[in-house]
């Protein structure tokens, strides 16, 4: 990496490109510019201060030293210690992003500190004991660094010594993972075996001509007609004349403005293609590719293919968080196909090469070395090596029936024992395994697929855990006997060395040589082979690198085999991945490619992406909402433009282009603010139906409205925006929408903000009103909102200045085309929390942007948020945060004054929720029961009776008259009931304290009429008196009508007086 860098290209906009070289070499400096710049600035920061702290633009990690190599199938990676001792404050790791896999890093030793040498290097993997994030609950401390592995950019920058101490920087901006694809195939779209590629295609890109010809397999059609899906019969005029040029242009840009169904469109669209190339004559088998700048919407889309039968699907990447789609994942279909075959010549190649490199790297782990690889590396001869090897046969008995035994040619030579001096061994390794060829020492994985290598994906794609970390042959680097690695200032001189190598010549039998001599000869043959190895190590992991790359190579050729001959007719992947799965894909030889969230996409990702094979483009976006996202962000601007796609570029350049106008998402009060951006738009029958559109209930018909308000905001931390008063506002009205009716997940909260995502999330997740298990409301940033829509939609526009320091910027909010996204989501409602006043005061272009959309929302705005009661239909005023504590049950500030089912009038105040009062009522229940007891609970609680009669029992119970000569015991209730005498069973429920309704006198039991036995409904019996329906309907309401009807403690005591006198009867 130059220290100095370059000028950047500019990238007109106004001109089509001279040339594809001049084209793609724009394009590829430009990207290369914004991931290196940010690691460049902060290499020019340290250099002038090299003890300074982290800072606004860079992490610093300090004590960085190597700990080993692991060799995985996607590369060798060095495992590195580093200390954060430079952070402002303990990092914690569960909300960090720092090193994310594939982040650009640069390393340099402590004492140069980037003067004379710098190493680039990618973030490989990032785990904490093999997960994504700290598991504390597993006792995991969340501010320890995790494990990290770095790929290097060159190989021959390797790091080896374990003593070396090294200073790390990681830009805050600018991630490089993204773009090292884009480039490459930005490379690979340029030139391919020395020569300029050419498409059909790129009279387009490159000219822009003011017609667009007809797609090339439509001359092999039949009739050269286009097969028309039945869906397309629920097409609106503009989205068949869509269709029309999606189906039979060669190049064809739709523009779908929000809520007019362009997905539907694009999905009809690719299952009329996939229709008539079947029918093509002489056409080769080729899948269409269905690319999105996004993973949720190729999830959508692909989703949508599979629920209408469209084709036969493959997703290629790990990331779908849709588990239909996950079902038709590159994995999925390789491990269930028959027709799967292992790569045995690429897996041959890589094992032999991943054994030499960790055979080498074997020599600086701290272990002994082994004779095999002093004879491989001619520091021994054959003869010398075969005499080791007639030694160790020789004295083998020996060896094993001596202590801990000696295991290897070496440690035999050596005579180790009590009076040698101790060489190095691995303590960790048990006595078996030392000295074994590394690869079968420290290998602690199977032979896996390279995708399952990353962790074995569950249910058709690797766990989340997985894709931060790398597993495979890991092979220590050890700090013990560090002085002795041979590398610039070893203090061993050539006479030393020469001693041992005169005395290699003399001995041909290695065993000849002195025990006392032989620790000195082992030391300086092992400082010769770490010497040695210093140098090739940097070119066998090269040439490691090459084996793992032929391995994906030969693994995509079995994929493509298994993809053709499953029939697959559509593949799914992201923008990026169109560029790192680019040779696969190109191999597929596709003849068609559609590109969802075009306008958001950068150029350079549809440029890398155009294949020779294609001969049909389709760009389905909106250049009005989001624009491609750039790290630096004056390279957005001009003359960089890189905000601007490819879509936006050909489209104000004259390209033709359709655009989609009736909209099927708002209702019409919504549609006229969207309509300040696109005039042409119109409203579809639908949404005019007050039936699919109700009205958001607790707002009185009020679905617009922008609340004003001069609040301040703060800054985070991180540099985010935050304001906690509208973020209070806005946390009471969702609370208020839900007590009226709205389920939490048909509200979504906008903002701008992380800062602000984080202090309205963590407000309503404290409100009682949504416990963990209903929390299905979203707080979400505009920027991640894009092609998601909800009933209704609470915009919060954070900025607003302390009113001593004037206006406040408007920053993010000024954008225009994010504005577009965040006034279009709502379907039923939006509602705008911002200060309008700051808004058109920050600059021209937040001033153009908002000012027409404040004039469209007309007289829905003003200083205060008017919430309506459903049930008296007052009018509520809400100005401040305190101001809802007046209103907190969601209704007004009158008696509600309703009736439960019982006809208990509620005197609480007004409230939405249960205005049937199933729930609230908190008056006597005072039912009479089955078992003939009166209800002694709480209205709005289930029934219950205070003598826990067996009310889910099946019972029949016959009551017969005592005998005349019985003793008859009357027994009344007395006041208070505290000093009746207590039943003889356990009571359930409340004391009869709480139910004096049930004071009532008892009847003896010659009083009893005779019942009739009468089976109630499961689990409960009902005993029915002559008189019981008269004396039912007599009831007044309160409980104090004159029941006949027995209750179950009359059938008590009856039944007492019955088994007294049957005990007596028994008796001589």
């Known amino acids: 990496m130059a220290l100095q860098s370059a000028v950047p290209p500019t990238n007109r906009l106004d001109v089509p490109p001279k040339s594809k070289v001049e084209y793609l070499g724009v394009h590829y400096k430009l990207y290369r510019y914004e991931v290196v710049e940010p690691l460049r600035k902060a290499i020019s920061s340290i250099r002038q201060a090299n003890y300074m702290m982290e800072s606004g633009n860079v992490f610093i990690y300090t004590n960085v030293r190597v700990k080993g190599?692991?060799?995985?199938?996607?590369?060798?990676?060095?495992?590195?210690?580093?200390?954060?001792?430079?952070?402002?404050?303990?990092?914690?790791?569960?909300?960090?992003?720092?090193?994310?896999?594939?982040?650009?890093?640069?390393?340099?030793?402590?004492?140069?500190?980037?003067?004379?040498?710098?190493?680039?290097?990618?973030?490989?993997?990032?785990?904490?004991?093999?997960?994504?994030?700290?598991?504390?609950?597993?006792?995991?401390?969340?501010?320890?660094?995790?494990?990290?592995?770095?790929?290097?950019?060159?190989?021959?920058?390797?790091?080896?010594?374990?003593?070396?101490?090294?200073?790390?920087?990681?830009?805050?901006?600018?991630?490089?993972?993204?773009?090292?694809?884009?480039?490459?195939?930005?490379?690979?779209?340029?030139?391919?075996?020395g020569r300029l590629i050419s498409t059909k295609l790129d009279k387009y890109v490159l000219g822009c001509p003011s017609s667009v010809g007809l797609a090339s397999h439509l001359l092999e059609a039949p009739e050269g007609a286009v097969v028309v899906p039945e869906a397309a019969s629920r097409f609106d005029v503009s989205q068949m004349e869509a269709f029309n040029s999606m189906t039979s242009r060669e190049f064809s840009v739709v523009q779908g403005p929000p809520g007019t169904g362009k997905t539907f469109t694009s999905i009809v669209a690719i299952q009329s293609i996939i229709q008539t190339l079947n029918k093509c004559q002489r056409s080769r088998p080729a899948p269409i590719i269905i690319a999105a700048q996004t993973n949720h919407a190729l999830d959508q889309l692909l989703k949508l293919c599979l629920d209408n039968n469209v084709g036969k699907i493959v997703r290629l990447g790990g990331q779908s968080r849709c588990s239909v789609v996950i079902q038709h994942s590159l994995f999925n279909l390789r491990s269930k196909t028959k027709y799967r075959k292992g790569d045995v010549e690429g897996q041959t190649l890589w094992k032999r090469v991943r054994a030499m490199v960790a055979d080498f790297l074997e020599v600086f782990s701290g272990d002994e070395i082994r004779a095999e690889l002093f004879r491989d590396l001619d520091c021994i001869t054959h003869e010398q090596y075969q005499s080791l090897v007639d030694g160790y046969e020789s004295r083998k008995g020996e060896a094993d029936a001596a202590p801990g035994g000696v295991h290897s040619l070496i440690r035999s030579w050596l005579d180790f024992g009590p009076q040698t001096k101790t060489m190095p061994v691995n303590p960790m390794l048990p006595a078996d395994r030392r000295g074994g060829p590394a690869a079968e020492r420290y290998d602690d994985t199977p032979e896996t697929d390279a995708e399952e290598e990353d962790g074995r994906p569950r249910g058709g794609q690797a766990p989340e855990d997985a894709r931060f970390r790398l597993r495979g042959l890991f092979v220590p680097i050890s700090r013990a006997n560090a002085p002795e690695f041979g590398y610039r200032g070893s203090q061993r001189t050539e006479s030393c060395l020469s001693a041992s190598?005169?005395?290699?010549?003399?001995?041909?039998?290695?065993?000849?040589?002195?025990?006392?001599?032989?620790?000195?000869?082992?030391?300086?043959?092992?400082?010769?082979?770490?010497?040695?190895?210093?140098?090739?190590?940097?070119?066998?992991?090269?040439?490691?690198?090459?084996?793992?790359?032929?391995?994906?190579?030969?693994?995509?050729?079995?994929?493509?085999?298994?993809?053709?001959?499953?029939?697959?007719?559509?593949?799914?992947?992201?923008?990026?991945?169109?560029?790192?799965?680019?040779?696969?894909?190109?191999?597929?030889?596709?003849?068609?490619m559609l590109i969802e969230e075009a306008a958001e996409t950068r150029e350079a990702s549809v440029a890398a992406a155009m294949f020779p094979s294609l001969n049909q483009l389709i760009l389905v976006g909106d250049h009005q909402q989001l624009t491609p996202h750039v790290d630096i962000p004056y390279f957005g601007a001009g003359p960089y433009n890189l905000h601007v796609s490819m879509f936006e570029r050909l489209v104000k350049l004259g390209l033709p282009y359709k655009t989609l106008q009736v909209q099927r998402r708002m209702i019409p009060q919504l549609r006229s603010v969207v309509q300040t951006f696109y005039p042409m738009l119109k409203d579809h029958p639908t949404v005019m139906d007050p039936r699919n559109r109700p009205a958001v209930p607790g707002m009185g018909g009020t679905n617009l409205w922008w609340f004003q308000h001069q609040w301040p905001e703060s800054r985070s931390p991180t540099f985010s925006y935050s304001n906690m008063r509208e973020a209070q506002m806005v946390a009471r009205l969702v609370r208020h929408l839900v007590l009226n009716g709205l389920e939490p997940s048909q509200i979504t909260v906008l903002t701008y903000y992380n800062a602000q995502v984080d202090v309205i999330t963590d407000l309503l997740r404290k409100n009682r009103l949504f416990p963990a298990s209903k929390q299905g409301w979203s707080v979400r940033t505009v920027d991640g909102y894009q092609g998601e829509e909800n009933d209704v939609v609470i915009l919060s526009l954070v900025r607003s200045p302390n009113l001593s320091f004037g206006h406040s910027a408007a920053g993010f909010v000024e954008d225009e085309n994010r504005a577009v996204v965040a006034i279009s989501r709502a379907r039923r409602g939006l509602y705008v929390f911002g200060n309008i006043c700051n808004i058109l005061q920050s600059g021209y272009r937040s001033r153009e942007t908002w000012g027409k959309v404040f004039i469209a929302f007309g007289t829905q705005t003003g200083n205060y948020l008017p919430v309506t009661c459903s049930a008296h239909g007052e009018i509520n005023v809400i100005r401040t945060v305190e101001e809802w504590s007046s209103i907190s049950m969601g209704g007004c500030r009158q008696t509600c004054n309703g009736t439960c089912p019982n006809g208990h009038v509620c005197l609480d105040q007004c409230h939405a929720e249960d205005q049937d009062h199933l729930h609230r009522c908190r008056q006597a229940c005072r039912k009479l029961l089955t078992c003939g007891h009166g209800c002694v609970m709480p209205c709005r609680e289930e029934c219950c009776c205070d003598y826990g009669c067996a009310a889910n029992r099946r019972m029949e119970i016959a009551i017969r008259p005592p005998r005349p000569d019985a003793q008859r015991e009357t027994r009344a209730w007395v006041d208070p009931p505290s000093e009746r005498p207590r039943p003889r069973h356990r009571r359930r429920g409340r004391a009869s304290a709480k139910a004096p309704w049930l004071h009532r006198p008892q009847l003896a039991p010659a009083e009893y009429p005779h019942p009739q036995r009468v089976e109630g409904r499961a689990g409960a019996a009902r005993l029915d008196g002559p008189a019981n329906t008269a004396n039912q309907a007599a009831n007044d309401g309160n409980g104090q009508g004159q029941w006949t009807r027995l209750t179950s403690e009359e059938m008590m005591q009856l039944g007492y007086y019955n088994s007294i006198n049957r005990e007596r009867a028994r008796q001589p």
């Open 69 to 193: 190599y692991m060799l995985s199938k996607e590369g060798a990676c060095c495992r590195i210690d580093f200390s954060t001792t430079r952070s402002q404050k303990p990092v914690d790791w569960r909300d960090s992003d720092r090193l994310t896999p594939g982040t650009l890093v640069a390393l340099s030793l402590r004492s140069d500190c980037f003067g004379q040498r710098c190493i680039v290097a990618t973030v490989a993997s990032r785990s904490f004991n093999g997960k994504a994030s700290p598991d504390v609950k597993s006792g995991y401390n969340p501010k320890m660094p995790p494990q990290i592995e770095l790929f290097w950019a060159d190989p021959g920058d390797a790091l080896i010594n374990p003593m070396g101490e090294y200073i790390m920087l990681e830009a805050k901006s600018g991630y490089f993972e993204n773009a090292r694809y884009t480039m490459q195939g930005l490379q690979h779209a340029a030139l391919y075996q």
């Open 501 to 592: 190598i005169k005395m290699l010549e003399d001995c041909p039998n290695l065993y000849d040589i002195d025990k006392s001599d032989r620790q000195k000869l082992y030391d300086d043959l092992r400082f010769m082979v770490r010497s040695v190895a210093g140098i090739v190590v940097g070119e066998l992991l090269q040439e490691y690198k090459d084996a793992c790359e032929t391995l994906k190579i030969n693994r995509w050729v079995n994929d493509l085999q298994i993809m053709h001959r499953e029939g697959i007719q559509i593949i799914g992947c992201t923008t990026t991945g169109l560029a790192k799965y680019r040779g696969l894909l190109a191999a597929m030889m596709p003849r068609v």
